[in-house]
């Protein structure tokens, strides 16, 4: 039988069980859903088990398990290490999604659900993808190992350590990744950058009690005006970052990487009527995917403070609070990215007013030749599939393991992604084109057997 | 017998009903507390008819009830109004009150509960001062209105109404409400301005949905920037509101006003530590007294959008929110206020984003001169009490209904307030020092029997 029948015949099977998958809520954010963390980690672990890996172990670590599986009967042929998460972001707001994020639902040849694209529907793929080939050839066409976190949305804090005291067990020639999107619907492209992270808490605080408005406004400071006006002074007006020392070890486009850029031939307008937006905004002098593929970026992702509630109250808050993540590029350091954002917060904090900052999690940037031998089978294998193509592109998100990877075993790393940019990863109602999962599990195949 | 030993007699007695009156939780502000607002208003209404209060009625409105009670008669003498409030300010943050909001504690001689100093605790005066004199006498010296609402934390939306339908029933020649301070500790003060009061809720929205700061970031806008960059184009850097035309109506402070300002002889130094703040702040060139006194502020309450829960969130946010309310003096016109920040606000809003505004209360600012003879009578009063004579002041609070009262019934309006500023009115602990307690019976029943 071939594949494509093979996986026409097993599709709702398929379907069925990936739902399953989905209503597991393994927030990793959140303390609170430890056990669901678990379940969903135990669920991989037997999905692998079932295809006909070997070795499956759920391994402890400080944080949430990771899922380790192999098959290793191909002598002399390449190994591959299949890299994926089974956490998925917190689903806040959640009156914005439509059906429930963990009541996974189709419509319109799209399933729905919190993790459905990022990361469980490209997970999902591979081990099926394996299941095929062992269940239709009874033998695979290189040495395959997963490895399987459950940390990936909160910068796998615990995955390096795991990785370092494991290398033996993990050494591979290459690690493979779906994690990434296509460009567009029909158009596949292998990321070949991904920014780096660093991100950070700020509150500002100013008097010991919340103060009238009356009694006080004009006379005292605001924990808001201080928050705002310091977050204000972050960017320029032409929405470059105005920190001191803040694009060190940013490399300049290259003209030939804008090129490579020029070939995604992204449409802009496209863009701004999909996002219902009048005009796009970022760094003068470089187009969107210039923008997010290779310039660095600081982002407010949470601001508040005083009174939410329904109506008007008077107060003067004496507390505010922004959470702040950068994505980083080239050789950015997320450490010194942060100290020189501590030291411009510090130094720009109005008088009468505090500022106290929790840092938080650190990646580097990571990039790829795309002539790279890996690279360029992966290619093939989208053309077979897909009958076009992969373009190379430069991602703008952050797997930080990826850097890790390719760092401490050596590898070259794959990121062969079956997503949409539009799919909502991270927002309400994410979701999985099904034209990509049949696609995507066809594309593996042939990835595995021309290797 | 004497009214200091009547009112020790009845203190306990006192204190408990009072107690009584502040577990209702009458926060105006709050649909989900129409019920309590009708149990506070009947309250009250019980309270003047047990101290021989006549014509006593709770009078429906298209909001809460507004409870009216009347003793006329000492004919060819003043009539008095006494004017009031039974609602009072949510509560929010609860988790930073002591003993909690509606279950009144008292502690090193003051009485912790909302709703202590502003208003419950200071009607509760009147209505005994009055049934004192009438348990003692048999009679009053004045005559006496009362008009006890419950709105004037959301600035009285039916009380002008009311006032003109009822300007007979109403009609005075004094109106006296204790809803202010003293200066500080034994200072007693009597306001002789209120600022008035305009406000708004902006919302700035960007795209249709929210997006991953990585696929995303730096190149869309973000609406908490679009709004923060918003925000803190309303000042300019030396505390002054940077709307054109926000000033309009505002008169220079006086040689002889500023003469007063400097007879409060306000300890900057001792707020600040009291506050627990490194430094004051507000608009170049101004004393707190006259800041907060004499010129207008516009202030931020609340703050929000994005990410508000445990860690990071890659998230760039599709909206972003912002309370704001302005304190107004002199001839400043609410409405022309509001105008004018609409205009800023649309005219400043970053490309790509967009600003949708919701106008607020409205009220204007309130003045009397300190010559009038009901005010020095009051100043007699304090005198005899506190052994020391009232400072007139101008408060920076606003009562919107002063202004009204003035207008409407065409009569001086005395504010003699038994409050103190520190005792957090609209914050959490609020509440009312028991020695202007005891004071404030003495110095009304001292007002009315002077008048």
């Known amino acids: 039988m071939n594949y494509t029948t093979y996986f026409q015949e097993l599709r709702e099977q398929h379907l069925d069980e990936l739902k399953h998958f989905l209503t597991i809520p393994s927030i990793s954010a959140l303390s609170n859903h430890k056990k669901d963390m678990n379940e969903a980690a135990e669920w991989v672990a037997a999905k692998l088990e079932k295809a006909g890996l070997e070795q499956v172990k759920v391994h402890p670590t400080d944080g ?221 002098g470089y187009s969107f995917v210039e923008r997010t593929g290779a310039r660095p970026t600081l982002e407010l992702n949470g601001v508040y403070g005083g009174f939410q509630g329904e109506g008007t109250k008077t107060v ?36 009468g007013a505090k500022v106290l900052i929790k840092r938080g999690e650190k990646a580097r940037a990571f990039n790829m030749d795309p002539s790279n031998a890996m690279l360029q089978k992966a290619a093939d294998a989208y053309e077979t599939v897909y009958g076009t193509r992969a373009l190379f592109t430069k991602d703008g998100g952050s797997i930080p393991i990826v850097e890790t990877f390719s760092r401490v075993l050596g590898a070259p790393v794959v990121m062969m992604g079956f997503g949409l940019p539009d799919e909502n990863l991270h927002a309400p109602n994410e979701h999985f084109n099904l034209e990509n999962f049949d696609k995507g599990l066809l594309t593996i195949v042939e990835f595995l057997k021309q290797l």
Chains 1, 2 share one sequence.
């Open 316 to 351: 003067i808050p004496k507390e505010a609070h922004a959470k702040i993540t950068c994505r980083l590029v080239g050789d950015q350091d997320p450490s010194y990215v942060l100290d020189k954002i501590v030291a411009h917060l510090e130094s720009h904090i109005q008088l």
């Open 64 to 284: 949430h398990p990771i899922v380790y599986a192999e098959h290793l009967h191909a002598p002399g042929k390449p190994t591959v290490l299949i890299y994926g998460h089974y956490d998925v972001q917190p689903v806040d707001p959640l009156h914005l999604w439509e059906t429930p994020p963990f009541e996974p639902t189709v419509r319109d040849g799209k399933l729905y659900a919190r993790g459905a694209t990022d990361d469980k529907g490209q997970i999902y793929l591979h081990i099926k993808a394996v299941e095929a080939i062992l269940n239709q050839e009874k033998a695979l066409p290189v040495n395959v190992k997963f490895c399987i976190e459950g940390e990936e949305e909160i910068s796998s804090p615990n995955l390096p350590a795991f990785m370092e005291a494991n290398e033996s067990m993990l050494a591979a020639d290459v690690v493979l990744i779906s994690d990434t999107s296509l460009l567009e619907k029909g158009k596949p492209a292998i990321s070949t950058g991904l920014r780096g992270l660093c991100s950070l808490e700020v509150t500002v605080a100013t008097a010991n009690t919340d103060l009238h408005s009356g009694s006080f406004g004009g006379g005292v400071p605001n924990a808001l005006h201080a928050l705002i006006s310091l977050l204000d002074s972050l960017h320029d007006d032409k929405g470059r970052v105005a920190i001191d020392g803040f694009y060190d070890g940013v490399p300049e486009i290259s003209p030939d990487m804008r090129e490579e850029f020029l070939k995604q031939n992204h449409n802009e307008e496209e863009l701004k009527k999909s996002l219902g937006l009048e005009a796009l905004y970022g760094e003068e």
